[in-house]
């Protein structure tokens, strides 16, 4: 194995918070005009007033809410939204939303806090300071009539952007004393008392979403869509094996070809053709003779990464994980083992907008206009490879096509953009990859294998398990400084033993859970849901194999290990009651059931399929349930459930990147195959709200879907089935 | 140098004759509603409509549809008025949006021929890749569009379809 390295490529950190200047801008009011920056400028001196830093209300009763975290159809714009107004008691009819920039945001002192969205944090990492900024907005509000009226502030109620005064019978609205508000005090936002959430009237209804009418008639701006005056786009190809180099190119070819402006190095690795549109810089390139250096990896491919990631399931180390009691010893003293070696694949993210970057490079100014869900961590890389400093530099976040972990932590794609323009001052650069680049250049979710063993007395009681997991670490490509002493907890995630966040629902008498790290040469990172993606797979059908051994229904057999875990088991119980576990199913028709839990948000699933004799699956519903403590709009959290059904899907069916010879060999949608409509199961999402904690929406639910949909076709076929993805074990998806 | 019917509008159009229309609409016309997904015709991001049929513009040339009419969702209607827009707009179909251009080209297309489709029929004409997972959501709304179905209201008017919450 001596090809694949296993130290990871030295990524620079980001060093964000450090040594940044703290200009304080007063009444800044912000609007972000993507298309035009000179515009978005020339806002900042509309006086419409901004009541705390959350909201602004104009003359109209307009309230406009700020958010801060990206917009991937995730649906957080809305759901933020309403949190604010729910404090603030206006108009729902009449809100609209501004996002503010990174670089408005350091110039006063991160006011609007974090702005990355991943990590399904978008609302529960927020909704505390958003509703007490709406809050305090409200505040403000009633203290500008109060004043005016000469009444006490607690004799006044609010309503619908309406502030009343019952004794006197007088009214106003928010827009009529706004500007008043705006110059008093901002009250100290953590002595606000919050609102009970079972009496919410905005948020917690299913309202519609705010950006839904653009993204019907064509007129949504993505990044992909920019348009600038004087504006060039450019064709990115990067060496198509990790770790390689580009040693030289030959423009003589294809530099006379028509729109073609230039072809350039990008940095030490990628080649770009600049061009007047996009098609004229890709169909170039596709013609530009390239020399790469491959590297070392050049002849790596999946079968030597499976050989080295197996020889990680047994080799013996000190290693992460949990040791409760002997699990070893009571395993191997148990009346009766199960034991089984579980695969899962490379997955590319795979968003339908392909990744793209505007930037705008000057020795004095950096812009960049670029769909990503960090937008902090753009400025900083943009700031980085503009070589200049963070407040001469801005990023303008335009709604993203898509995302799912891709557009987060690793800014690469912006770095590219960036040092495109560097090669041409004060040109606006639209760099597009192509799908093809997208597929071969992504940070992939991690290929891993997992070897468990359990052990069960004469009852069919399990006694003990023993887990090995051995693959490659998100950490040691993003985070290695997250590794300590070569243990590193996050690939166990849904295994963990403390609570709240991704912890095991079970509790076995003995448990040993170790994870031995195996790197490639792959990039790898965060794809949604994770290592709970996998890691659910793992536990939750070998759970299902081990109740099989022990003669039990896989529902009770969890149940009885799960009384500790009321949380976990309440959605479990939720599940199979709306899911009709334990009823009779039609003539050919099998369930499968699997909890699990990630992301802070408790999920579970029954799902049902027929195979027929030719291994054709039809998987015909599927029944989720979820606690997320709070659900701000249950028709956006029953969106996000679906979705995780459609890409569960994808990657439980079809989801395959293979290495060969050191490159991805699924480029497109041809062989990387999606879920379609035709497979498209119904479903069901059941909400299990106990408003005591507040979870995450986005990500938690996708790593059910896999297990259950495992389980029932296991059920159905009479067999277990440990590798991923189920097309190479001869099945067919209808 | 050739000429196209846009949405109604003949326009000249200045490119090699194997620019795809796909590219010839964003970046020479200037409509940017019709999107590049995959350009080898998989996923149907960049769905529009040539003598009213459903067409992936990604992978036909721009200078071999002139006498045609093409209509892309710019030119679907005057403000979202098309049915299925409204339909859509009623279910709250799209996440991130990037695929429903062409996917309301693809259902407008399927109701043109079969105004009452039955969910096979959906399933055979609604082929477009939706990397959220809208494709719920899209069965919906083609079946409110073509009036076979009413969405479930709660009594604060709200969509409640499909999802149910459990008191605890």
């Known amino acids: 194995m001596n090809q694949i390295q296993t130290s990871p490529v030295q990524i620079s950190r980001r060093s964000f918070m450090v040594g940044t200047s703290a200009m304080a801008s007063g009444g800044l009011a912000l609007g972000l005009n993507i298309l035009s920056p000179s515009e978005a400028l020339a806002q900042s001196s509309d006086a419409t007033p901004e009541i705390g830093i959350w909201v602004v209300v104009k003359p109209d009763d307009t309230c406009v809410v700020r958010i801060v975290r990206s917009e991937m159809g995730q649906g957080t714009r809305t759901g933020l939204a309403q949190l604010v107004a729910e404090e603030l008691e206006c108009d729902w009819s009449k809100i609209t939303t501004e996002s503010p920039t990174p670089g408005q945001n350091l110039k006063r002192k991160r006011a609007w806090g974090d702005m990355s969205t991943g990590g399904s944090r978008g609302i529960r990492g927020s909704q505390d300071y958003v509703r007490r900024g709406g809050a305090v907005a409200r505040i403000m509000l009633v203290q500008a009539a109060a004043n005016e009226w000469n009444v006490p502030t607690s004799e006044l109620t609010t309503a619908n952007s309406v502030i009343s005064h019952a004794a006197s019978g007088r009214k106003t609205s928010y827009g009529k004393v706004a500007a008043a508000a705006a110059k008093l005090p901002v009250p100290d936002m953590k002595a606000v008392v919050l609102k009970d959430p079972r009496t919410w009237k905005i948020a917690g209804k299913s309202v519609k979403r705010l950006d839904t009418a653009n993204k019907l008639n064509g007129k949504l701006i993505y990044g992909i869509d920019l348009k600038m005056d004087g504006m060039l786009c450019a064709s990115v190809m990067d060496c198509p094996v990790f770790g390689g180099k580009l040693i030289s190119f030959d423009d003589s070819k294809v530099k006379t070809l028509r729109g073609v402006k230039a072809v350039v190095r990008v940095d030490a690795t990628t080649v770009a053709v600049v061009a007047d549109t996009w098609w004229r810089a890709k169909n170039a390139l596709d013609q530009l003779p390239i020399v790469w250096d491959e590297g070392p990896n050049a002849k790596v491919n999946s079968a030597m990464i499976a050989d080295h990631v197996r020889e990680g399931l047994t080799a013996r180390g000190d290693y992460a994980g949990r040791k409760e009691g002997d699990a070893i010893n009571a395993v191997a003293n148990a009346a009766k083992t199960v034991e089984a070696v579980y695969s899962s694949p490379f997955l590319s993210h795979t968003p339908m907008e392909p990744m793209n970057c505007t930037a705008r490079w000057t020795s004095d100014k950096a812009e960049v206009w670029v769909p990503t869900q960090n937008a902090e961590a753009s400025l900083a890389k943009l700031a980085e490879t503009a070589g200049l400093p963070l407040e001469k530099c801005d990023v303008y976040v335009t709604d993203l096509g898509g995302a799912f972990g891709r557009k987060g932590g690793q800014q690469d794609y912006v770095a590219q953009a960036v040092n495109i323009a560097k090669q041409f001052p004060g040109t606006p650069i639209k760099m597009i990859w192509s799908r093809e680049e997208d597929q071969s250049h992504d940070f992939y979710r991690p290929v891993s294998q997992c070897y468990m063993k359990a052990g069960l007395d004469d009852k069919g009681n399990l006694v003990g398990l023993t887990l090995r997991l051995s693959g490659q670490s998100i950490n040691a490509w993003v985070n290695p400084s997250a590794i300590k002493d070569g243990k590193d907890e996050r690939q166990l995630q849904g295994f963990w033993s403390q609570p709240g966040e991704a912890q095991l629902g079970y509790t ?58 009321p949380k976990h088991l309440q959605v479990l119980n939720a599940a199979a009651e709306k899911g009709d576990w334990g009823k009779p199913a039609a003539p050919g028709v099998f369930r499968g059931i699997a909890q699990f ?52 899907l994808s990657a439980t069916y079809f989801g395959e990147c293979t290495v060969e010879n050191g490159r991805i060999k699924e480029k497109n949608f041809d062989t990387y195959q999606m879920l379609k409509m035709a497979q498209m199961p119904k479903v069901e999402t059941v909400l299990v709200p106990t408003y005591d904690f507040w979870g995450g929406v986005g990500e938690p639910t996708i790593c059910v879907v896999a297990p259950a949909v495992i389980n029932a076709i296991s059920a159905a076929i009479g067999k277990p089935l440990r590798d991923l993805p189920l097309k190479n074990s001869g099945l067919k998806f209808v | 140098m050739y000429s196209l019917n846009v949405n109604g509008k003949v326009q000249k159009v200045d490119a090699e004759s194997e620019m795809p229309l796909l590219w010839v609409l964003r970046e020479v016309i200037g409509l940017t509603g019709t999107k590049f997904g995959c350009g080898i015709a998989q996923c149907g991001s960049c769905t529009v409509h040539v003598d009213g049929q459903p067409v992936r513009s990604c992978s036909v040339p721009g200078s071999a549809m002139t006498g045609r009419k093409i209509i892309t969702i710019e030119g679907l209607s005057d403000s979202s008025s098309h049915p299925v827009q409204k339909a859509w707009a009623e279910v709250d179909v799209p996440q991130c949006g990037y695929c429903q251009s062409g996917q309301i080209m693809a259902a407008v297309s399927l109701l043109k021929r079969k105004p009452k489709p039955t969910n096979k029929d959906i399933d055979l004409a609604m082929t477009n890749i939706c990397r959220c997972g809208t494709y719920q959501r899209i069965r919906e709304a083609i079946h409110v569009a073509a009036g076979t179905k009413k969405l479930p209201k709660s009594d604060s008017g709200e969509v409640a379809a499909l999802v149910q919450q459990i008191k605890v």
């Open chain 1, 508 to 565: 076995f008498p003995n448990l040993l859970t170790e994870y031995a790290i195996r790197n490639t040469h792959v990039p790898v990172g965060p794809w949604r849901g994770v290592n709970t993606n996998q890691n659910g797979v793992y536990m939750e059908c070998f759970i299902d194999e081990v109740a099989r051994a022990a003669g039990k229904d896989p529902l009770t057999f969890r149940q009885a290990l799960m009384q500790n875990h």
């Open chain 1, 597 to 648: 839990m990630g992301y802070g948000a408790y999920s579970a699933a029954v799902a049902e399929v027929t195979v027929s004799p030719k291994g054709e699956v039809k998987l015909l519903r599927m029944v989720l349930a979820t606690n997320a403590g709070h659900f701000v709009n249950p028709h956006q959290v029953a969106a996000q459930v679906e979705g995780g059904v459609v890409m569960g």
